[in-house]
Structure formats: structure tokens, C-alpha cells
């Protein structure tokens, strides 16, 4: 996988993450207006966005990684085009 690839991967599991997120946060909502006890939903809703961190520090690591290559003058595939992009 290049770069450009494992950037778009990554963006990917971000996106997925949020949207997972917000799906939680609905049924959260629903189980409370129904009285039921949301406790271990709101667990579960701790744990994706723990994870969404993860995924956002773990694409941020990547980042820098290409720009330090960028900065050496390492020839990786379109490095500053994909940096400038994401």
C-alpha cells in the first residue's frame, strides 16, 4: 500500500468511526426515551470514540512521517501532493 493509499485507508476508518458514532448517540437517545437504562450503550459510545482517537493520532503519526521524508528528500510516490491534500 503507498502513501496515498494508506492515507485514503485511513481517512476511511475515520469516516466509518464517525459514523458508528452517530448511529451509538441515536440508539443511546431512543433506549432513553423508552426509560431503559444506557449504561452500557454509553460504555460501548466511550470505547468507539476512545478508538476514533486512535484512528485520528494513528493518520496524524502517518502525516508526519511523510512530511519528515518530504523534509529529508526522500523520493516517496507524490509525497507532498498527498501531505498538501489530507
Known amino acids: 500500500m503507498n502513501a496515498e493509499e494508506r ?9 466509518a468511526g464517525e459514523l458508528r458514532i452517530t448511529r451509538q448517540l441515536e440508539v443511546i437517545r431512543h ?14 459510545l466511550h470505547d468507539m470514540e476512545r478508538l476514533l482517537h ?3 493520532q494513528h493518520r496524524q503519526g502517518h502525516l508526519a512521517r ?16 498527498v501531505a498538501a491534500r489530507h
Do not use: H, K, P
Open 7 to 15: 492515507l485514503r485507508w485511513l481517512g476511511a476508518q475515520i469516516v
Open 31 to 44: 433506549w432513553r426515551q423508552l426509560g431503559q437504562d444506557t449504561a452500557r450503550l454509553e460504555q460501548l
Open 54 to 56: 486512535r484512528w485520528r
Open 66 to 81: 511523510l512530511a519528515r521524508a518530504e523534509a529529508a528528500g526522500a523520493s516517496t510516490s507524490d509525497t507532498s501532493a
